[in-house]
């Protein structure tokens, strides 16, 4: 193993351990699919380490682990507790799982199975603070207590001997018999006199990721099998700081003026790997990733723009739709209905590019309408400047003239007028050709984006 795979496993245990108080809430619920209850407890007793399940159900979870694998975790849970939530203001009962373990599907000589491996066994840490809520017992006493692994005859009887010492209201008389739950139909059709009850049994499915680690460890995984790391991780990791060499245009192109602050954080991203925004709000960092999409845009890439909230995302989403004309580009994730229409946008946007006639020399043309247009906004605002310096000087020869000398003040009341109004059409005039360069730089990046795609 490298160094760096080294460092990768190390982050991966770490987000591992810091997300460790994820907890299985209803396994009856409908996040949970591909469920199926085994048959007796060879496998959660410890009496098997491999199981066999039938070819149907192994299948069917085959297909399920490769397509939900960012988004579900493949568990085994055993030995249920029916729990009373209240979500949104609506009592319910739910069955959760005191323990759960992460095995291994594997098919071998046209049989499915699934194997402990080395995972251990986990306490469910939302029956935990349920059982911390009616007890008084804090959640570190109770998982240090209740016995862990897998449920040989020892920790049965241990078990049972905890539960009915310090939760005598919680009905143990199916553990004690060993009824053994073997359907979801059982689970539900279970009645007892007591309000709670531990039933033993098992079922195998795919849960829901918790949504902080939604994928992360997944990615982390698959970072840590590779042999090199990408440039940005190298920079990020160890401090390789590179310069990306990119040659930045002396005017760069943008829907909308930049000021002096923002050029630079355009030059920093062509010329660093990682780069870091700070500031208050209203500041323009919105407005810098803006800039920054539409360069990329230009230049022939794609921009993955990932946040760690909606909120921000949706400011950023309506940022781009808004004031750079990116609303036909821009593909919100996240959700089966995103999914879908992104892979409807998708196919249009292939047979745009596909039809357009975007050439090089429109390309061009548009290019150099733009630079000349650039090139007289530089213009005006020279102008603009100079005028403004010209209506200050004129103004303090005002405040400074004498009552008396009403010739001399008329005079220069006049020239003072005369260069405001100067001044406003130049400002006109200037908000007039940006507004037009603003129109053709949205048409130069649309038929950038389908000039690239036909090139593919």
Same mark, same amino acid.
């Given at each position: 193993? =490298? ?44 009496? @098997? ?26 568990? *085994? *849970?055993?030995?249920? !507790?029916? !729990? ?10 739910? @069955? ?13 000589? /046209? ?43 020892? &920790? ?7 539960? =009915? ?14 009824? @053994? ?22 079922? !195998? ?12 460890? &997944? ?8 042999? =090199? ?35 630079? !954080? ?27 999409? *539409? ?12 946040? /760690? ?72 605002? &020279? ?29 220069? @009341? ?43």
């Amino acid at each position: 193993m =490298t160094s760096s795979q080294q460092l990768i496993k190390y982050y991966h245990d770490c987000y591992s351990l810091d997300n460790s108080n994820f907890g299985i809430q209803n396994i009856l619920g409908s996040s949970v699919i591909n469920k199926s209850f085994l048959k007796d407890d060879s496998f959660v007793s410890g009496k @098997w380490t491999t199981q066999e399940i039938s070819k149907t159900v192994g299948e069917k979870l085959e297909k399920a682990i490769h397509l939900y694998q960012k988004e579900k975790n493949f568990y *085994c *849970c055993f030995y249920f !507790i029916n !729990i009373e939530t209240n979500s949104l203001g609506k009592r319910q009962t739910v @069955w959760a799982p005191l323990y759960f373990i992460e095995p291994e599907l594997f098919f071998q000589n /046209k049989k499915y199975f699934i194997n402990r491996t080395e995972n251990k066994v986990q306490l469910n840490s939302f029956v935990i603070r349920y059982l911390s809520k009616q007890s008084g017992i804090s959640a570190t006493r109770l998982e240090a207590d209740i016995p862990k692994g897998y449920l040989t005859l020892e &920790n049965i009887t241990k078990l049972s001997i905890y539960f =009915t010492t310090h939760f005598p209201q919680i009905n143990i008389s199916r553990n004690s018999g060993n009824q @053994w739950i073997k359907s979801a139909a059982e689970l539900k059709q279970t009645k007892v006199g007591l309000e709670h009850c531990l039933v033993p049994g098992a079922m !195998i499915g795919l849960f829901k990721k918790s949504a902080s680690s939604l994928g992360i460890l &997944n990615e982390l995984e698959q970072i840590g099998n590779r042999k =090199t790391l990408s440039r940005p991780l190298k920079e990020l990791l160890y401090g390789d700081r590179q310069s990306k060499l990119f040659k930045l245009p002396k005017t760069p192109i943008s829907p909308i003026n930049l000021n002096r602050d923002q050029q630079k !954080i355009l030059s920093n991203y062509k010329k660093f790997t990682n780069l870091i925004v700070s500031g208050p709000p209203g500041t323009g960092k919105t407005m810098s990733i803006g800039a920054i999409v *539409c360069d990329a845009i230009i230049h022939g890439k794609s921009v993955l723009i990932a946040t /760690k909230s909606e909120e921000p995302l949706n400011v950023i989403e309506k940022m781009l739709k808004k004031h750079f004309g990116l609303g036909s580009l821009f593909l919100r994730g996240g959700g089966k209905e995103n999914r879908k229409k992104i892979n409807r946008r998708l196919e249009e946007i292939l047979k745009e590019a596909k039809g357009s006639e975007s050439k090089k020399t429109l390309l061009n043309g548009l290019r150099d309408k733009i630079s000349y247009r650039q090139k007289r906004a530089a213009a005006f605002k &020279n102008k603009i400047q100079a005028a403004k310096e010209k209506e200050y000087k004129i103004s303090k020869l005002i405040q400074a003239q004498e009552t008396s000398f009403l010739e001399d003040l008329n005079l220069s @009341w006049l020239k003072y007028t005369s260069q405001k109004r100067r001044l406003n059409n130049l400002i006109q005039e200037e908000q007039k050709l940006s507004k037009g360069t603003e129109e053709l730089i949205r048409k130069y990046m649309l038929e950038r984006v389908f000039y690239f795609l036909d090139k593919k």
